[in-house]
């Protein structure tokens, strides 16, 4: 019986391994250890595709694609070097808030001088002492949120292939908070050449700063009045103070064209020839 019993248990063992289907982290309060300290360990689990949790109706994938891993810039570093919080415990006991947030937060480990930057930015979550994190600062953007896709970050430096991949991705990087900034970046020469793919045209941190970026009516901005001749002569040589006037119609096309009442009175002049000789082809249609 006790033979029949062993075998039956195999049985059942086998089919579960070998059956179709998703492989769901339930709350199994389970310690294991890896076969190695390194990616391999964690890839036992995590290069399974199917490998995810069911949070309320909502399948939440844990899979990660080793081939991203091993093009990115960081194909030699452990997966807990950026994965600090890890718990060998399946699951690992965070929230997905948590563990991703401290893993965004893993680059000021390595690249300290851009974290400081970073610290003294609009962008910065530090808080005085006695203080608690504002709702608001719990939105603020951590290095991953801009350089990712995570797990494939390519390299800046040296490198054209990423420079113009972060480039081209000023909206997903800027435009997705700054929602008002994004739609109004619409001036002929900067927005409007860089919405259509222009490599030479400016994405936002090149006039604004990328790790350091500041408020705008902070002195140490560098699209405030005192910086913008600075700034515009990166991209302009012989800028000057008249030049860098015209850096109001940048974001505020529209607005400054409507406060000028010769261009106003031209735009409604055309749009009542345009309605008149539009009413008239609809006589005709």
Avoid at 138 to 152: F, I, N, S, Y
Avoid at 215 to 220: A, I, T, V
């Amino acid at each position: 019986m006790r033979r029949i019993i062993v075998a039956i248990a195999t049985m059942l063992v086998c089919a579960c391994i070998a059956a179709p289907g998703l492989a769901y982290a339930q709350d199994y309060d389970l310690n294991f250890s890896l076969p190695t300290a390194g990616k391999s360990g964690c890839m036992v689990c995590h290069a399974d595709p199917n490998l995810g949790r069911l949070q309320g109706n909502q399948f939440v994938s844990y899979y990660v694609d080793g081939t991203d891993l091993d093009k990115g810039q960081h194909a030699t570093i452990m997966c807990t070097g950026c994965h600090l919080d890890f718990a060998f415990k399946a699951p690992h006991k965070k929230t997905r808030e948590d563990w991703v947030r401290t893993a965004r937060l893993a680059c000021k480990n390595c690249h300290q001088d851009q974290w400081d930057l970073y610290s003294r930015g609009v962008h910065s979550i530090s808080v005085q002492p006695g203080q608690t994190v504002s709702e608001k600062d719990a939105t603020k953007p951590l290095c991953g949120d801009c350089h990712g896709p995570v797990h494939e970050i390519m390299a800046l430096t040296d490198n054209e292939a990423g420079q113009r991949d972060l480039h081209e991705r000023g909206q997903e990087i800027c435009g997705r908070c700054h929602e008002e900034f994004w739609d109004n970046y619409s001036d002929y020469y900067h927005g409007a050449a860089y919405r259509r793919g222009a490599s030479d045209a400016p994405a936002c941190w090149q006039c604004h700063g990328a790790h350091d970026i500041m408020e705008s009516d902070d002195r140490g901005s560098r699209v405030h009045e005192r910086s913008l001749l600075e700034t515009c002569s990166q991209c302009h040589d012989g800028a000057n103070e008249t030049y860098v006037s015209y850096a109001g119609l940048v974001h505020r096309r529209t607005e400054v064209y409507a406060e000028n009442p010769v261009y106003s009175f031209i735009k409604g002049t055309q749009e009542s020839i345009q309605g008149f000789f539009g009413k008239i082809k609809s006589w005709f249609s």
